[in-house]
């Protein structure tokens, strides 16, 4: 079986890749998992963790997805190497555990960085080529020196995460030249570690894996990783190499005076040399491409995709493909915004400084005019603005190289997009060449693979294979419009710098503040025990699992029910977070279960969780509302649409209208009978404005409906949130063309919809309840009915259920009738585990839940501390009261 394929893994900040790459056809397919890492304990808000064991699991999932989209045999893989974030850390001690692993956003060296800087950062910078800040393996060093002397004196081997993947694979530990040139510890003259400055940094040589050049095999691939990655062992395991020199490879920047600008999560801009150009100041960037003897000289315009992703988020927040969606409706607009300007995204890069990215919109309403056209001219702004910045990071990589570049590749992420290629083109004045394929990172990795398979005698022969077709950009008739737009833009960027830095401040002392939310919070490492006997889907099972130890007794299929007492406590024995839906936790329960800190009922109403006696042991209780709520609000919404297209009677009409084929009289009777409405512009009346109306509302957006709203629970401002207008009642019944009731079943709503109520709407609307039967006075709604004020009623709810077939209303023909199915689907236990999910990971976070109970617990809550213990007088209190129920 020939071995053709190549495997790329990528590890990102935000997700991990792994790609195929076809060495015969060039063909690629590429599967992905996304990823979180968690804040770090005891760095202030500053550092963060990567979960290695997630990260593993994941990108086993994506290895074995990838392999069946390619229908590739796994012994059909030739080599396989690793691309990763640049700036990560990864120190493992002599059993190989893991005693930190950092991703690039990890800052906790700050102080150590900026002391280092100050002494020696001209040193530094002339041997390693940057200036030292948090971002590196050397300043985390120190700072795991200072901060956690006993995890520093156990460290064995310390590198990036890139070669730490190079290890899980192989078993043998190497550190890739590319990314030893980003440690803030690599000569790159003499492409080695610089012993000298890691001798004066008191820091043991041995500490440092032997450098390898990026395709070098570094082993093969292991037992235990092939198991791991669905893959057979003795593969070849390559040296990949540091994300961005990756990508330059993947898009073919290989020659001395090439230049890409990688625009993903971040948007480095590096230039391909032949020698070691460093900048004097210290503000740019060097470092080495993973091809042996070239350079590269660095700028970045930082969280330009970051910024991208979180607008898109914000403004298109329902879009398959949010950045998609952002980068379309920004063609729709006009080459300057019509007048609006954004610094959003954009940086100068400064490798000496580090702080919070800031951004600013600039316009004025009354120019920029139309404000329903103004979301298309503020994506036009922030697209614009990142391509401004992208000249202004190119000229500075100019005036150090002193090359002028006539041509940049653009990659990555936002390549998808054909407008921010050509606004970049007519912004710089350059010819823009665009990969085939932006995964190129992963490209380029799966290039070295093959490097070191033997598939290639070198990176550039499989690079001239899969970089060969780009797509062309040249400036255009926009581009002396973007030249004038430019200069005006920059002029304004410049003079920000003192304003951000006030901000800049703000935000710094705004991170250090006591946070109440903080001292809640359970450690990161923590993983409570959770027990689950309510019915979650298998989606919440697992992202419960992953971050908990679950063990799951669903409560149907073990046909067990806990009647609270001896029985649940010793059920509840180790137990964290009790996840129930019909067991009966009591206050005998409560008070046994000595390691129980939270309960999450998944029921609207937690009639079975004494919730005096778990507040009384200081234990949140939460509860899971409107889990129902989009299943109630899907037949709510097919209702209105049924009765607007007059069904059943037209759905009935072709099977029991006795019509004979080709009849086109009968087809003519049925056109004029059965003539329909739509939504559109009608006025829709929510009486109540709970989780079902709420979601009710949400779908009747996308027809063009008008919703208004009456609850004396609800302000108007609350409403407007869910874009709809409170009303008072008269009103709302006199203006509806649809009247659909969601009002709780208390006294004050009993029969609220009587004849006077009918009276007062419009003659030809109709009604709808999918509440409560009590709420409506039968015999009005059968006047209204037969009377013809109402065109038609749809009811999911009656006094009687089931209601008799003879039944006046259900039998009238304008009446559409369901025996109280409304919150009857399958996805309810979907709905309910991702409640839960959710609102236990908010008290992991130490933030309140929102459907918390008992908030006033969260004061003196804490996952690490024993819990509350109440007095004698307490608990006998709480022994007399009212036993919870599996019922109202």
């Not at 004025?364 to 056209?373: F, L, Q, V, Y």
């Not at 799966?446 to 398979?453: D, S, W």
């Not at 027809?703 to 004396?712: E, L, Q, R, T």
Request: glycine share 10%.
């Amino acid at each position: 079986m020939k071995t053709r394929y190549l495997m790329a893994i990528d590890v990102g900040g935000g997700s991990g890749r792994c790609l195929l790459l076809d060495s015969d056809t060039g063909a690629t397919w590429a599967a992905k998992r996304g990823w979180t890492h968690p804040a770090a304990p005891g760095t202030n808000g500053l550092g963060y963790a990567i979960d290695t064991a997630d990260v593993i699991k994941k990108l086993g999932e994506a290895s074995r997805e990838v392999l069946a989209m390619a229908g590739a045999d796994p012994r059909q893989i030739a080599g396989i190497a690793a691309s990763g974030m640049r700036n990560t850390t990864v120190v493992l001690d002599a059993e190989d555990h893991c005693l930190l692993a950092t991703p690039n956003r990890d800052a906790r060296a700050l102080g150590e960085g900026m002391v280092l800087g100050m002494e020696r950062g001209k040193e530094i910078h002339a041997v390693t080529g940057h200036w030292p800040t948090p971002l590196f393996l050397g300043t985390r060093l120190i700072w795991m020196k200072n901060n956690a002397p006993e995890l520093y004196k156990r460290a064995r081997a310390a590198f990036s995460v890139t070669d730490w993947i190079g290890f899980v694979l192989s078993g043998n530990m190497a550190s890739e030249r590319s990314q030893a040139g980003e440690s803030l510890l690599f000569d790159l003259k003499r492409r080695d570690w610089a012993y000298d400055l890691i001798d004066s940094l008191s820091f043991p040589c041995a500490l440092f894996p032997m450098p390898v050049d990026s395709g070098a095999p570094i082993g093969t691939l292991t037992r235990e990783a092939a198991e791991l990655f669905g893959l057979v062992p003795g593969i070849t395991v390559a040296a990949g190499g540091a994300d961005t020199q990756c990508g330059l490879l993947g898009a073919g920047a290989m020659a001395d005076g090439d230049l890409a600008v990688i625009a993903g999560t971040t948007m480095p801009l590096q230039l391909v040399t032949d020698e070691l150009v460093l900048d004097e100041s210290g503000r740019l960037w060097s470092g080495l491409h993973v091809l042996p003897g070239r350079f590269i000289l660095e700028s970045n315009g930082l969280v330009t995709g970051d910024v991208i992703d979180w607008f898109a988020r914000l403004l298109y927040p329902d879009a398959p493909d949010a950045t998609l969606t952002l980068f379309a409706e920004a063609a729709t607009s006009l080459p300057g915004a019509a007048n609006v300007y954004s610094t959003f995204g954009s940086a100068l890069f400064d490798g000496r400084v580090v702080g919070f990215p800031i951004g600013n919109l600039t316009l004025s309403h009354m120019i920029t005019g139309d404000p329903s056209k103004g979301r298309r001219h503020i994506v036009r702004a922030l697209v614009e603005g990142i391509a401004f910045s992208v000249r202004a990071n190119l000229e500075q990589i100019e005036a150090v190289s002193g090359k002028k570049i006539p041509t940049v590749r653009v990659c990555g992420g936002m390549s998808k997009s054909t407008l921010f290629p050509q606004i970049v083109s007519d912004v710089t004045g350059c010819t823009v060449l665009v990969p085939p394929a932006p995964e190129v990172t992963s490209i380029g990795a799966a290039l070295l693979a093959g490097v070191g398979a033997g598939i290639f005698a070198d990176a550039g022969e499989g690079a001239a294979k899969v970089a060969a077709a780009l797509r062309e950009h040249r400036p255009d008739g926009m581009s002396a419009k973007y030249q004038k737009l430019y200069t005006g833009w920059r002029q304004a960027f410049d003079k920000r710098a003192e304003t951000d830095k006030l901000v800049g401040d703000l935000l710094t002392a705004a991170l250090f503040e006591p946070s109440a939310a903080a001292t809640r919070a359970a450690e990161p490492s923590f993983s409570p025990r959770v027990f689950i006997t309510a019915s979650l889907d298998q989606v919440a099972i697992d992202e419960m699992s992953a971050i908990a130890q679950v063990r799951y007794a669903e409560w149907r299929t073990h046909a067990k029910i806990y009647d609270g007492g001896a029985e649940l406590a010793k059920a509840l024995e180790g137990v964290q977070i009790f996840v129930t839906e019909m067991d009966v936790v009591d206050y005998p329960a409560i008070h046994e279960a000595k390691d129980l800190k939270a309960i999450v009922t998944c029921r609207g109403n937690a009639v079975n969780v004494d919730l005096a006696a778990a507040s009384a042991y200081g234990i949140p209780v939460i509860n899971t509302p409107g889990r129902n709520a989009d299943a109630v609000a899907d037949l709510t919404v097919a209702y209105m649409l049924m009765l607007a297209r007059r069904m059943p009677g037209s759905s009935d009409f072709l099977k029991h209208g006795q019509v004979k084929a080709g009849d086109m009289a009968k087809m003519g009777e049925a056109y004029l009978k059965y003539q329909g409405r739509e939504l559109w512009r009608k006025t829709v009346g929510l009486v109540g404005m709970g989780s079902v109306a709420a979601c009710v509302a949400a779908r009747l957006i996308g027809f063009g409906a008008k919703v208004v709203f009456y609850d004396p629970m609800v302000t108007a401002e609350a409403g407007a949130l869910l874009l709809a207008r409170k009303v008072s009642f008269e009103e709302l019944l006199a203006i509806s063309d649809f009247v659909s009731i969601h009002a709780p079943a208390v006294e004050a709503t009993k029969g609220m919809m009587n004849r006077a109520a009918f009276e007062r709407m419009q003659t030809g609307a109709f009604f709808i309840n999918t509440a409560r039967a009590s709420l409506v006075d039968d015999s009005a709604l059968l006047w209204a009915l037969e009377s013809g004020k109402l065109a038609g009623a749809a009811l999911d709810v009656f006094s009687i259920e089931p209601p008799g077939t003879d039944d006046p209303i259900v039998s009238h023909p304008n009446v559409i009738a369901t025996p109280h199915l409304g919150g009857n689907t399958a996805e309810i236990a979907a709905h309910q585990g991702a409640i839960a999910i959710d609102q236990i990971k908010k008290l992991l976070a130490g933030e309140r839940p929102e459907h918390i109970l008992n908030p006033e617990v969260l004061e003196a809550f804490s996952w690490s501390a024993p819990r509350i213990e109440p007095d004698e007088k307490k608990r006998e209190e709480l022994s007399k009261n009212k036993r919870p129920s599996m019922t109202s």
